[in-house]
């Protein structure tokens, strides 16, 4: 089984900060995928930055970049120059095992830029 | 990317009536696909496991006979809400997986029931 705990229910920034959105999360998975995912308004769901477990180089996507403690199983998400757009639900996820897609969320985090 | 749909992205019944959602892979076949449901504000439910060629797999809590899902062919899964009543009222969202690491979601459904 697996679960993903996000402690954060609010969190605000300013725009063009940075801002750091934290994420644990437990598995009896060996090999396993880790996932933020943006939900906006519109509620459609959009990858932000994945992560596969065996990869110990921390991925990046432009402003967006994690960090992966595996032992501590920690996967946080960092902003950078944050801008309006970036105003949403933020959801941490992990996925693994034998059904791979199957996705186990954290309780989300409201994330909102402010001018 | 590839593109999965839902249909309806709205719907509003009365109580005791049926409800069909359908959640297509446009550009690719899934051999499975996942359904979850989300209360506003809060994080998305795993319901069900919907499988090509077999019966769907539900989580725990999850009552079959209320939730009936069909995976009719590799591009389609449908989910069925029976019987609705007003506590079934939520945010339906389907996904289907691509690849070991990517996964497609549908752009919901908001069912109220009456």
């Known amino acids: 089984a697996q679960t993903v705990t996000q402690s954060q229910p609010e969190m605000s920034v300013q725009e063009a900060e940075t801002v750091t959105l934290s994420c644990t999360y437990d598995t009896s998975e060996s090999n396993y995928y880790l996932f933020w995912y943006k939900q906006p308004p519109s509620r459609q769901m959009i990858l932000v930055i994945r992560?596969?477990?065996?990869?110990?180089q921390n991925a990046t996507e432009n402003r967006f970049s994690v960090n992966f403690q595996k032992a501590a199983k920690s996967f946080s998400l960092k902003i950078s120059d944050s801008q309006l757009g970036d105003t949403a639900m933020y959801f941490c996820a992990s996925s693994g095992g034998t059904s791979y897609g199957k996705l186990t969320f954290g309780q989300g985090t409201i994330l909102t830029v402010h001018p | 990317g590839a593109v999965v749909s839902q249909h309806p992205s709205r719907v509003i019944c009365k109580s005791g009536t049926s409800v069909k959602i359908e959640c297509r892979s446009l550009d690719f076949q899934a051999t499975t696909m996942f359904w979850y449901r989300q209360f506003p504000k809060q994080s998305l439910m795993l319901m069900a496991t919907s499988n090509e060629g077999s019966k769907a797999t539900y989580e725990q809590g999850v009552e079959k006979d209320k939730f009936l899902i069909n995976h009719a062919s590799l591009t389609l899964s449908t989910l069925t809400v029976t019987s609705a009543h007003p506590e079934d009222s939520s945010f339906y969202i389907c996904?289907?997986?691509?690849?070991?690491?990517?996964?497609?979601f549908g752009p919901g459904t908001r069912l109220t029931v009456l």
């Open positions: 992560q596969e477990a065996y990869k110990q």
């Open positions: 996904s289907a997986p691509l690849t070991r690491d990517e996964q497609f």
